[in-house]
């Protein structure tokens, strides 16, 4: 998550950009600026091609052609952190007057995010951009987001301290972000390994969990014809969780599948007809 966070950051670029006279700007001129400004606050390179759209009416926001992230440069992986056929962000423009980011909408249009944690711990959406060797990052910029939303995206984690993997295709996505230190929700329908899977994540203190902190959470997910349902508090910074938990793991491979492991279906008198735990 706080590769989202850090990513807010380009909001601001966006803003900057989309104020005064900028459509009068050529297009190539606008992402030239666009890329270089967010690789000075991330340390990671944007790629923009095809044309980029400023908007000034009805909202402040942006349209681009394809766009692309690099990966971090210890990855071995020669595919990009995050890339999308186009990328639209609106900015309300009286909130912006006022000296609030609120964001009205963000739509990648068939992302490929590719996620990855190496076997020291390093993750590949850690921006460090402006960090040095013992210092202590600077807070993430806040913002509140009405809608964030993908479409027809695909998802890879792969987990080298682990040795596992996590692969997503068809991806639709909805992540709402009213307020930056207050509750979000997020909603995922995807298929893994040609199954539906399903997520429906909802939260307090965004600014907290996107920080790796432990927050309440309640959370149900649906892979084939497995449910797992959580209401407790939890994190991912090290991941920890508690509260109540109830499973219905009447399809185990389904859910074997979404965690890149292979489960078998237990045989008579193990839970071939009914496994539940609570």
Same mark, same amino acid.
């Given at each position: 998550?706080?590769?989202?966070?850090?990513?807010?950051?380009?909001?601001?670029?966006?803003?900057?950009?989309?104020?005064?006279?900028?459509?009068?700007?050529?297009?190539?001129?606008?992402?030239?600026?666009?890329?270089?400004?967010?690789?000075?606050?991330?340390?990671?390179?944007?790629?923009?091609?095809?044309?980029?759209?400023?908007?000034?009416?009805?909202?402040?926001?942006?349209?681009?052609?394809?766009?692309?992230?690099?990966?971090?440069?210890?990855?071995?992986?020669?595919?990009?952190?995050? /890339?999308?056929?186009? &990328? @639209?962000?609106?900015?309300?423009? !009286?909130?912006? +007057?006022? *000296? %609030? $980011?609120?964001?009205?909408?963000?739509?990648?249009?068939?992302?490929?995010?590719?996620?990855?944690?190496?076997?020291?711990?390093?993750?590949?959406?850690?921006?460090?951009?402006?960090?040095?060797?013992?210092?202590?990052?600077?807070?993430?910029?806040?913002?509140?987001?009405?809608?964030?939303?993908?479409?027809?995206?695909?998802?890879?984690?792969?987990?080298?301290?682990?040795?596992?993997?996590?692969?997503?295709?068809?991806?639709?996505?909805?992540?709402?972000?009213?307020?930056?230190?207050?509750?979000?929700?997020? /909603?995922?329908?995807? &298929? @893994?390994?040609?199954?539906?899977? !399903?997520?429906? +994540?909802? *939260? %307090? $203190?965004?600014?907290?969990?996107?920080?790796?902190?432990?927050?309440?959470?309640?959370?149900?997910?649906?892979?084939?014809?497995?449910?797992?349902?959580?209401?407790?508090?939890?994190?991912?910074?090290?991941?920890?969780?508690?509260?109540?938990?109830?499973?219905?793991?009447?399809?185990?491979?389904?859910?074997?599948?979404?965690?890149?492991?292979?489960?078998?279906?237990?045989?008579?008198?193990?839970?071939?007809?009914?496994?539940?735990?609570?």
């Amino acid at each position: 998550m706080r590769w989202i966070v850090r990513a807010g950051l380009l909001v601001l670029v966006l803003v900057l950009l989309g104020v005064g006279a900028l459509a009068l700007i050529p297009s190539e001129r606008v992402a030239a600026l666009l890329s270089a400004q967010f690789e000075t606050m991330t340390g990671r390179k944007m790629v923009l091609s095809g044309e980029v759209s400023p908007r000034i009416w009805p909202s402040l926001g942006i349209t681009t052609g394809p766009v692309s992230i690099e990966n971090a440069d210890w990855s071995d992986s020669k595919d990009p952190l995050f /890339q999308a056929e186009s &990328l @639209s962000v609106d900015i309300n423009l !009286t909130a912006l +007057l006022g *000296g %609030d $980011v609120r964001i009205l909408g963000v739509e990648a249009d068939a992302p490929v995010i590719n996620l990855e944690r190496s076997t020291d711990g390093k993750a590949n959406w850690d921006f460090g951009a402006g960090e040095t060797e013992g210092e202590v990052p600077g807070a993430a910029t806040a913002f509140t987001l009405d809608e964030g939303t993908i479409r027809g995206g695909s998802l890879r984690y792969v987990d080298g301290a682990e040795g596992s993997a996590v692969a997503l295709d068809d991806v639709d996505a909805t992540l709402k972000v009213p307020d930056y230190t207050g509750p979000f929700t997020l /909603q995922v329908a995807a &298929l @893994s390994g040609g199954q539906p899977v !399903t997520l429906d +994540l909802s *939260g %307090d $203190v965004f600014s907290a969990f996107s920080s790796g902190r432990v927050v309440p959470l309640t959370l149900r997910l649906a892979a084939g014809g497995s449910t797992v349902a959580f209401e407790g508090r939890g994190g991912f910074g090290d991941l920890m969780a508690e509260g109540a938990l109830a499973a219905d793991l009447a399809d185990l491979p389904a859910l074997g599948r979404l965690w890149g492991a292979d489960l078998a279906q237990p045989g008579p008198g193990m839970g071939q007809d009914k496994l539940t735990i609570a």
